[in-house]
């Protein structure tokens, strides 16, 4: 037998997957078996991981999902409603073997195009066409006050600004949390026009991550009433800001800044050393200011849609921003809840 082999798989079924991606400098939270179980059991898409295994090792990884909707079409796509997703290469020879393998893939399965969102290289392609988006990353293994030092001003003011109004943090890892944080992004998502994700995916998060303890929610509270949550998830050395949600009209002052810096003294304490603040889209100034505030690292996103038929490379539009924000900011929530149960699944 070969000790060279492609394969297509579901990380479910092979053994050692988490400690064999943890090998690879680029590893990240969206390449594990966790992320993976998460959108499977929630959107039922199929996992589709072609990789290149050496001697019963990986050694080459794309991560993908094979989605089938009657609505927007068969797609490959690495990953789904994930910030990022780097292929993982041994070298430029694997790379171009998994790059066919994925066409061949998508030309028999008759799947209309594949989508990559990396930051570190441009798969599968050296092109100019792609979306860019943002990356924060913050290097947290340094003591406290010397991570401090690289926070604006502004972001300082903002924290000792929720202290004196007397905002309180707990973590919540627990079904009441995920209760807690999903009723709170519901009530975000409508305030900037969009349905939440379906509350199943917030479940099996639960269920799969942060009952795992590999998941943590903070929550901020002001007089006794949850104001704002953040959450994250671990994985090695590194941790990534996924999710946060706030009363924006009860807020109080720098709330957000507290509850930020209060996790970052937390994963700080736990030995980790890169706190990676999420995607960031180029026209969310405020959200970009927020994160460049805590002395964050920019990177790049780059999104890339290859069409298999037609072998060129098609436009990739973002999914948050169109006519339909103000539609969605005026419905009731148990409505927007129900759509985002519905549609989620054909978008990712």
């Not at 969206?30 to 499977?40: D, G, I, S």
């Not at 441009?122 to 003591?143: C, G, K, M, N, Q």
């Not at 800001?241 to 957000?256: E, I, Q, R, T, V």
């Not at 006519?323 to 549609?343: D, E, H, V």
Request: hydrophobic content about 35%; charged content about 25%; aromatic content about 14%.
């Amino acid at each position: 037998m070969s000790d060279f082999e492609i394969k297509i798989i579901n990380p479910s079924g092979f053994e050692n997957w988490n400690t064999d991606i943890q090998n690879f400098d680029s590893y990240s939270f969206f390449h594990t078996l966790e992320w993976c179980q998460v959108l499977t059991s929630t959107y039922e898409y199929i996992p589709t991981y072609f990789c290149i295994i050496k001697n019963k090792k990986l050694s080459s990884v794309v991560p993908a999902m094979e989605i089938n909707s009657k609505l927007t079409g068969k797609r490959l796509i690495s990953l789904p409603f994930s910030d990022f997703c780097e292929p993982i290469f041994s070298s430029i020879d694997e790379s171009e073997t998994l790059k066919k393998s994925m066409l061949d893939y998508c030309r028999k399965h008759k799947l209309r195009y594949m989508e990559f969102r990396t930051s570190e290289t441009r798969f599968p392609y050296e092109t100019e066409y792609f979306r860019t988006d943002l990356r924060h990353l913050l290097e947290i293994s340094a003591d406290q006050q010397i991570i401090q030092k690289q926070f604006s001003e502004n972001t300082k003011r903002n924290i000792k600004a929720a202290i004196k109004e007397g905002v309180n943090i707990k973590e919540l890892n627990s079904v009441e949390g995920i209760k807690i944080f999903y009723e709170l992004q519901c009530i975000t998502r409508r305030k900037h026009g969009l349905p939440p994700q379906p509350k199943l995916f917030f479940d099996n998060i639960y269920r799969f991550i942060i009952s795992k303890d590999k998941g943590q929610i903070l929550i901020g509270y002001f007089k006794d009433k949850p104001v704002a949550a953040l959450m994250f998830f671990t994985f090695g050395e590194k941790v990534i800001y996924k999710f946060g949600a706030s009363l924006a009209d009860s807020l109080p002052k720098g709330s957000n800044h507290f509850l930020m810096w209060e996790a970052i003294k937390k994963f700080n304490n736990a030995g980790y050393k890169e706190f990676d603040f999420g995607r960031t889209e180029t026209n969310h100034d405020g959200l970009r200011r927020f994160k460049l505030g805590f002395g964050a690292e920019e990177r790049i996103i780059y999104t890339s849609r290859f069409d298999v038929k037609k072998n060129s490379f098609l436009p990739v539009i973002s999914k948050s921003t169109g006519s339909y924000n103000q539609i969605f900011k005026k419905l009731p929530l148990p409505i927007l809840k129900l759509i985002g149960k519905t549609i989620y699944k054909h978008v990712g």
